[in-house]
């Protein structure tokens, strides 16, 4: 189904509602972690048991993710969207009573599942419903929804659960989780994705399948969302332990560089979008933003710098990385043969939990090691290798799009 030019109020319209459906994802990601001291008293369980509980969440919500893509493409994203939030949010909802840690257990299996849905349907949904002359700018507030959900968590439940407690504080979640649930149901006419009909008895259908996963630009594009977990994952789980240690940064400022570097991040999408819609070169604008971005995170890692510069350039590199997101989805989009959007993003979206189950044990290693610096190396090296694979990513030429009604 080809996209024509939609008014503007039409597509603003869908961008707001999947990037509110992003939100609620990126905001349950973050929901129990702050509660950990509160669930480890209450339930009498260790760290390492409550962070078990977060492994079975992303690790279910990675392999889901593929499967998910399939039920896009076959059934439609919307019912598959609003189904995802739903169990997502349920499933919040009762860890809120549980009696004791292993009934946490499948309930994190199942919050991951729904979870699993939201890349395949949100993709598949703005790439129908969203002009393309907008698309850009479509990713761009997909993505910063997601990294606002991040940003309000954590907040939300510490105020919660030190008024009420942490059952509290989790049925709050969930209700504004089934919120967002209600609201995409009344709204579903304005996200509405139709599936694309394929022929009856066609041929070979698991051999096709393989043939998409194993086809160059996906395989590749794979590898860079990989390559992109792994530095980033380094980034947000050490760096500002790796500062500390090499410039006796207070861990407070340290801590506070992840703050810069995600409020330079949103900006930097939000222009991202911009530069994405009016220009089309995205492969050269991942190659700069990350480039750019890893090369200043490599540097913080050399100068010992007074807070203010420290923070200034952590969020110039957020800026940098994050204006390169928009192009990213984008060139994954030109790798997706039509109809294939859902099951492609789906699969390729899974080499962020791979890249990201990698990172955190290897430079573990490395911390362990006595080798701090080596945090800023693996940014800047996987970052490298993330844009050689970009650049070679071989994709069909954009077809025009065909003129407005």
Not at 189 to 217: E, K, N, Q, S, Y
């Amino acid at each position: 189904m080809t996209v024509v030019e939609q008014p503007v109020a039409r597509d603003v319209a869908v961008i707001g509602l999947v990037g509110t459906a992003h939100f609620s994802s990126h905001f349950f990601h973050l929901v129990l972690p702050p509660l950990f001291p509160l669930l480890r008293e209450s339930l009498g369980v260790s760290y390492a048991e409550l962070g078990f509980v977060m492994t079975l969440f992303f690790a279910t919500s990675g392999l889901a993710q593929t499967p998910a893509g399939f039920l896009v493409d076959r059934h439609g994203a919307t019912r598959v969207l609003i189904g995802g939030v739903t169990l997502l949010a349920a499933a919040i909802g009762l860890m809120s009573l549980v009696p004791s840690y292993p009934w946490l257990l499948p309930l994190a299996v199942a919050a991951g599942l729904g979870n699993s849905v939201f890349h395949p349907a949100d993709y598949a949904i703005l790439g129908q419903r969203v002009s393309p002359t907008r698309m850009g700018r479509a990713f761009s507030v997909h993505t910063i929804g997601g990294t606002l959900g991040w940003a309000l968590a954590p907040a939300f439940v510490i105020v919660v659960a030190e008024a009420t407690g942490w059952r509290s504080a989790l049925a709050a979640a969930a209700a504004l989780g089934l919120a967002v649930a209600l609201l995409l149901l009344r709204r579903r006419a304005d996200i509405v994705h139709h599936p694309r009909v394929t022929p009856t008895g066609a041929a070979g259908p698991t051999r096709d399948r393989l043939r998409l996963f194993l086809a160059g630009p996906i395989l590749a594009c794979f590898l860079f969302f990989c390559l992109l977990a792994m530095s980033f994952m380094a980034m947000q789980s050490f760096m500002p332990l790796a500062l500390h240690q090499l410039h006796d940064v207070p861990l407070a400022v340290a801590t506070a560089t992840l703050t810069a570097f995600m409020l330079g991040s949103a900006l930097g999408t939000a222009a991202g979008g911009v530069l994405a819609d009016r220009h089309g070169q995205h492969q050269a604008i991942i190659a700069a933003g990350m480039l750019v971005g890893a090369g200043i995170l490599l540097s913080v890692g050399y100068l010992p710098l007074p807070a203010p510069s420290l923070l200034a350039l952590v969020a110039a590199a957020g800026f940098a990385l994050g204006a390169m997101t928009p192009s990213r989805d984008m060139l994954v989009r030109a790798a997706a043969p039509p109809g294939a959007s859902g099951k492609v993003f789906g699969f390729v979206y899974s080499g962020l939990d791979l890249g990201g189950t990698i990172a955190p044990a290897l430079v573990g290693l490395l911390l362990d090691a006595g080798r701090p610096r080596a945090v800023f190396w693996v940014i800047a090296l996987a970052s490298l290798l993330a844009v050689a694979v970009a650049l070679g990513v071989r994709t069909p030429p954009a077809r025009p799009a065909p003129a407005a009604a």
